[in-house]
């Protein structure tokens, strides 16, 4: 059967044929019937005495018909000639195209096979010394070390053991820990979709290997742990416009492996360490499951009470294994950790000491110093009842923060050396930029009138910053709306808490309540 383009073709091939047919037994007969009638014409006219037709007769008595006839018949035939050489020409121009397109998909495909088999010859040639891919491994695991203990276990493993490892979980392990390597340095430079990108990629590797050696474990709940923390962070969604939430069902599978491997790595001399490094990880994702749920004002009293529930459960998990993890292995980051724990359950104090603590044993730690300016800020909030002012139906200036001036302006000074070196060490964090925005905010309500303007202008222009970095940042929008409010910008006020608002996040439907009035 004729697809539809072959039967235009042949159309086409038709009307050029048809064309000139018509050419040669119509329009040629007819031309030289014209040239006798204006012979015979100008015989009449000759006898009529018509003089205004001499041009043509001096034209036709100077013209052989025989020859005007003979050229006309030749152009018409050159004319049906190239007609039909053309219409040859462009068939044959076509078939040419179509064998050659054929030759070069053919060629392609042959390339492609060919390509496949090199890769594949390369991934299993006997060439390759078994010694590149352990010093591959090595120099990989030398990298991750510096940051997690548990990655030198595997590194003396290697070392030390190399015969128990075969090609084929090498060469696996040396494809993941690549990977890894990029989901961990997004991860810490806060860039969060390359971390849940990164980290899907290496799960779905994970997925089709067979292999089930403690260290693809480990992966495993490492990237479980990655991409939820990307998702808090970040809105990401697939391709058909689906939002990725953040699941607390893979955190507790992550849960559920580093438990499942603290047994396997609590023998040894570096027992210690790496036991830290698990009780961190298992109380740090406990902490961030805590600070996930929250209550909202739809909730049923069932769904609050269970919320509640949980909340204190997981805290507690947090505390137990945050401390011993400082127990077995006192590092910075993991005193940071467990003031994050004690802060989350309201012990105030010993989250400050953990925090100052952490910037002591790590002076680089710039998270430490965040979160004491962080929990700085809170504390002023709390001292000066800014989180409570929608019950008492005042804007943040209207609240009399006349003791606390002096006291205020102290903390503030003090906490300063923190803020610089946050800002040095991390200002691609969005965190340190909206807590600058508080700070700011506070020096206006406690500064002269001279140094107003100034912190004004620092706040804004820091909660930007923030908003620049991550524009989903929940932290910014509460800073850049209580900045806002005290600096007396209604408009902007109100847009930013309309953000908070349509994802019934904090107080913010209390405040717009408040925002109403003042309205």
């Known amino acids: 059967m004729c697809s539809e383009k072959d039967n235009r073709s042949k159309n086409r091939g038709d009307i050029r044929g048809s064309f000139s047919n018509w050419i040669f037994f119509v329009i040629i007969p007819l031309m030289i019937v014209g040239v006798l009638l204006a012979k015979t014409i100008l015989f009449y006219c000759k006898i009529g005495d018509i003089t205004d037709v001499v041009d043509l007769e001096v034209f036709l008595n100077n ?86 203990d548990i990655s030198m276990f595997f590194y003396m493993d290697v070392k030390n053991c190399p015969d128990e490892y075969d090609m084929k979980t090498l060469k696996a392990m040396i494809d993941i820990e690549q990977e890894f390597l990029l989901c961990v340095n997004a ?29 693809f474990k480990l ?65 740090y994702t406990y902490d961030l499951m805590e600070r996930r749920i929250s209550i909202k004002k ?19 998990e947090s505390l137990k294994h945050m401390e011993l993890a400082v127990q077995n292995n006192p590092k910075g980051r993991y005193y940071r950790n467990l003031g994050l724990a004690y802060e989350h359950a309201g012990i105030y104090d010993k989250a400050m000491t953990c925090y100052k603590k952490s910037f002591e044993i790590d002076p680089r730690d710039y998270k430490a110093a965040n979160n004491v300016i962080s929990l700085v800020l809170k504390l002023f909030d709390k001292e000066i009842g800014a989180n409570t002012r929608a019950e008492a139906g005042k804007l943040l200036f209207q609240l009399d923060i006349s003791a606390y001036k002096e006291q205020i302006k102290s903390s503030l000074d003090d906490v300063m050396k923190y803020v610089d070196f946050a800002l040095y060490q991390g200002f691609v964090f969005e ?9 700011h905010m506070y020096y206006y309500l ?45 408009e902007k006020a ?19 309540e408040l925002y109403n009035k003042w309205l």
Request: net charge negative; hydrophobic share 30%.
């Open 446 to 490: 406690v500064c002269d009138e001279d140094s107003r303007v100034l912190h004004m202008e620092n706040s804004l222009i820091e909660g930007k910053k923030a908003l620049l970095l991550n524009e989903m940042s929940t932290g910014t929008y509460f800073s850049l709306r209580n900045a806002c409010e005290c600096f007396g910008n209604k």
């Open 63 to 148: 013209t052989n018909l025989l020859d005007m006839g003979i050229g006309v018949v030749s152009i018409a035939i050159s004319v049906w000639l190239g007609i039909n050489i053309a219409n040859l020409v462009d068939r044959r121009e076509i078939e040419r195209i179509k064998q050659e397109h054929e030759k070069i998909k053919q060629s392609n495909k042959a390339v492609q096979e060919e390509l496949i088999t090199l890769e594949k010859d390369i991934n299993e040639t006997k060439d390759i010394p078994r010694e590149y891919y352990v010093t591959k491994m090595l120099s990989l695991f030398d990298e991750t070390v510096r940051k997690y």
């Open 494 to 512: 109100v847009e930013y808490n309309r953000w908070l608002v349509e994802r019934d996040l904090g107080d913010s439907r209390k405040i717009q």
């Open 187 to 215: 991860y810490e430079k806060c860039e969060w979709y390359d971390t849940y990108k990164y980290g899907e990629s290496i799960l779905k590797k994970l997925e089709k290997m067979e292999l089930k050696t403690d260290y």
């Open 431 to 439: 965190d340190i930029h909206y807590n600058l925005c508080k700070v």
């Open 219 to 283: 992966r495993k709940a490492d990237v479980l742990f990655y991409i939820n923390v990307a998702k808090t962070h970040t809105t990401i969604e697939t391709k058909n416009g689906e939002k990725i939430e953040f699941s607390e069902r893979e955190m507790i599978k992550s849960i559920e492996i580093y438990e499942e491997l603290v047994d396997s790595f609590a023998i040894g001399k570096n027992k210690d360490k790496l036991l830290g490094y698990f009780h961190n990880t298992i109380g």
């Open 298 to 316: 739809g909730d049923s009293e069932d769904e609050k009470e269970g919320k509640r529930f949980n909340k204190k459960k997981y805290n507690k």
